[in-house]
């Protein structure tokens, strides 16, 4: 009788087992079977990459960024196009791995978990992809970097739709290199959207942080001024100027970029003060554009000396920042403290099936508004008393700020940055620039802004 129970026993335990795994692999399909299908090793889809039935993908303008044309992938007809592009696109491969024909893929190919990728042509919606970017912005982007290396993005900081994200190291997605060991060094980074997924040290734009933290805990900071003589001894060791600045208030010290200023605020501040800032404007936060995360930048002096603590406060020490980061903040301090949510897919598919993208977390608070405004008049000062409005081609009110962080001792490699945004209630514009192995802020990534922004203008005020 007991070993008849024992056996009944196992038995039950066998049926339990069974069906747990029934309900295993059931959950398992339907969870993953979207992502399997896709996966580039799957021999049903591979050869065109998976994209044999892939939908078009069109920019905010109409304009086809990648086609199927006689069952083979086709990209835009233009060279700098498709060049400036590839990074928001993607190309047959799934290198780029935060690129829309990556991230997107299960939607482009209309893949169903019910038929698979077989599913009857009258019940696809269309499963074309509208972006929000201006390839003709990216085009102009990719130009105006001239070969260089970097990241520009500008964003419409009300609603979060990017309209120019451009990456370079770049490659054409219509004739992608085969890269093997013996010319990697060529294509370093060149499957990085560095726009979201590249960090770099900040130099003087990280004055802003550090402004930010002043003016919240500091508060006779408007009408205190500074001394600077070219240099300063803090903690121990020297912290050098560009220049000798003689008596200066908090908002020169800013639009002359004067790194004894904030190298002595840091310092004063101290690194909690300096930390609580630095998080709360996201510097050690990752941010969602679409699925796809950014990288982190990155803010820890808990093991700085004093010395460290004062140059961590100019963008220096092992301060670094992202430039999709770096926009994000931009719209903060544009829109009264409260940051947009970038995105890159407008749409996808088209009648019923229509998927409309709007940014929920548009609008969360990123920093008190008193200090928005505050930062955002000091960022207008900054090109008014020092870069010039000419440098924007006069008719746009724009607020920004220049970053040249040494990353060696050579002149010529430096981390290039500006970034900004326009105060026109027509052009909401936020921007983000970083060159890498640049010479100035201001000479290297200047120019780049400038023409990015110039063209998303443009290219609004033709969709007007
Ligand atoms: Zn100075």
Redesign the pocket.
Known sequence: MRQVRTRSIFVFVLVLLFFAGIIFFTANISINSGSWVQHIYNWHTSGNGGLEKAGKIFDRNGVVLAQNVDGERVYNDDYDTRLATLHVVGDNSLNISTAVQSVYRSELTGYSFIWGLEMPETFRGGNNITLTIDSNACKTAYEALGGMEGAVVVMNYKTGEVLCSVSSKTYDPQDPPEITEENEDEYVGAYLNKVLSSSYTPGSIFKLITTAAALENIPDIDSRTFE?S?SAIIGGEKVS?M???GTIGIDDALA?S????FAQLAAELGPDKMTQAANKMGINSSFNVGHSPTVKGHYDVKDAEENDLAWSGVGQYTDLTNPMQMCILMSAIANGGNRAEPYYVEHIGGGDFTKQYTSEKNGTAMLESDIAQRLNDMMRYNVTSNYGDYMFGGELTVCAKTGTAEVSDSEDNNDAWMVGFVRDEEFPLAFAVAVEDGNFGISTAGPVAVAAVQACVEGLSAEE
């Open positions: 600077c070219g100027c220049s000798s600045h002359q004067c790194n004894i200023v």
